[in-house]
């Protein structure tokens, strides 16, 4: 052993502190660290420059529904229909996202009220593999629509999704005009169908369901688009605008009725619900 070996260990060390991994939460805009119970108290807006974090369903729905509500039971749907494999096994990578978020998949619904009114709430979860739409997606969807058409009240849909799912292929895309149908029921039973976008809303999922609300509702600072920005630059051969596929752009240009900060949007929506339904308040 050499004498710097001999030096170093005869040097009592304290021991390292542990500090819990979740202890901090690391701003994506700011890069500000701000102290997780902070953030999730503060509705996962980052209380330096108020960058709207991602949310899950479960969170999203103590925040906005009165107490009291009920979450819908997930649809069973045939998993793994066309076998598929990349460098995982498809229901391995399902295995991993349910143990990851705990939720069956990447849309739950519940029930119950906003400030005394009556609604069904979907909520995309992004953490549940970039909160793409497959089958299980589709089915929720329309669950969540059948529901509302059961209850006589609105429909309102917070998306957060990287688009169609890649494993189930054809099956995927099929969730857009089924969920278009079922969009079209609620209009049939003169009801409102309201969309909230919230960050990242894009693929299938804008090109369906996302944009066809009777009122739409953005995050503030929400990327919202069909494609990427730079696969939207190699092909038209131009420089796209500052701020290009966000939420406040696609206000200025008339493509969404509003942005709204996280915390007004319990307000908000109960408002829009009394606007449409005024007639609607449970008891």
């Excluded at 925040?63 to 460098?87: A, C, M, N, S, W």
């Excluded at 960050?199 to 369901?209: C, L, R, W």
């Excluded at 939207?232 to 406040?248: D, M, N, V, W």
Aim: with cysteine; glycine share 8%; charged share 25%.
């Amino acid at each position: 052993m050499s004498w710097l070996n001999r030096v170093r260990n005869s040097i009592p060390f304290l021991p390292k502190r542990e500090t819990p991994e979740n202890l901090w939460h690391k701003c994506r805009q700011c890069n500000a660290m701000v102290f997780t119970r902070e953030w999730e108290e503060n509705d996962f807006v980052c209380p330096r420059c108020e960058h709207h974090g991602r949310m899950g369903p479960r969170p999203r729905f103590e925040r906005l529904l009165d107490p009291g509500y009920t979450i819908l039971p997930p649809p069973q749907v045939r998993e793994d229909p066309l076998k598929f494999r990349d460098t995982k096994r498809y229901p391995d990578r399902l295995k991993a996202a349910r143990i990851a978020t705990g939720e069956s998949d990447a849309l739950m619904n519940a029930r119950g009220t906003i400030e005394g009114r009556r609604a069904v709430v979907g909520v995309q979860d992004f953490a549940f593999m970039g909160g793409s739409m497959g089958a299980a997606v589709g089915a929720a969807f329309v669950d969540g629509a059948r529901a509302a058409i059961a209850d006589h009240c609105p429909y309102i849909i917070f998306t957060a999704a990287g688009g169609a799912r890649m494993q189930e292929g054809i099956i995927s895309l099929m969730q857009m005009p089924k969920t278009t149908v079922a969009i079209a029921e609620l209009k049939e039973a003169g009801l409102p169908y309201i969309v909230v976008l919230t960050d990242p809303t894009t693929g299938g999922v804008t090109a369906s369901y996302a944009m066809l609300g009777d009122v739409q509702i953005a995050e503030p600072g929400a990327l919202i688009g069909f494609a990427g920005a730079r696969v939207i630059e190699s092909t038209i051969r131009e420089k796209l605008p500052e701020g290009f596929q966000r939420a406040e752009y696609l206000l200025a240009h008339g493509m969404i009725d509003m942005v709204v900060h996280r915390r007004e949007l319990r307000r908000t929506l109960a408002q829009l619900i009394g606007y449409l339904m005024p007639e609607k308040i449970a008891a």
